[in-house]
């Protein structure tokens, strides 16, 4: 059974910079896309960031031009670079798999900007 591990969460000024990892364990035959998603409190979960097989990234707006999706195969990991850092990204930040026939989900790393 696949699992994601996911690190690299804590607590940063604002301004500061964190990068999450997102490593799968157990046998995965094929990755499709990779994501990263946050939710805050109070809100519903929204993708950041999306890579595809072929490199293709897509980011939200709001994180445009700060955050960087990449991916390692070899490692079947997929990272999350976050620069310029806002209070308004304090979130569970999850990433998430698309394997052949279903999602696979990290279980969520806590990221706290403070002002």
């Known amino acids: 059974q696949v699992q994601l591990v996911e690190s690299g969460g804590g607590l940063v000024q604002a301004g500061g910079s964190l990068r999450l990892s997102c490593a799968a364990s157990?046998?995965?035959?094929?990755?499709?896309?990779m994501g990263w998603f946050r939710q805050a409190p109070g809100k519903q979960r929204e993708l950041v960031a999306y890579?595809?097989?072929?490199?293709?990234?897509t980011y939200a707006d709001s994180v445009k031009g700060r955050f960087t999706i990449s991916r390692d195969n070899a490692k079947s990991t997929v990272y999350l670079q976050m620069s310029g850092l806002k209070p308004e990204d304090t979130a569970v930040y999850y990433c998430?798999?698309?394997?052949?026939?279903?999602?696979?989900w990290g279980q969520g790393t806590q990221v706290t900007v403070s002002s």
């Open positions: 890579i595809t097989s072929g490199g293709t990234t």
């Open positions: 157990g046998s995965i035959f094929s990755i499709n896309g």
């Open positions: 998430r798999f698309n394997v052949p026939g279903t999602f696979v």
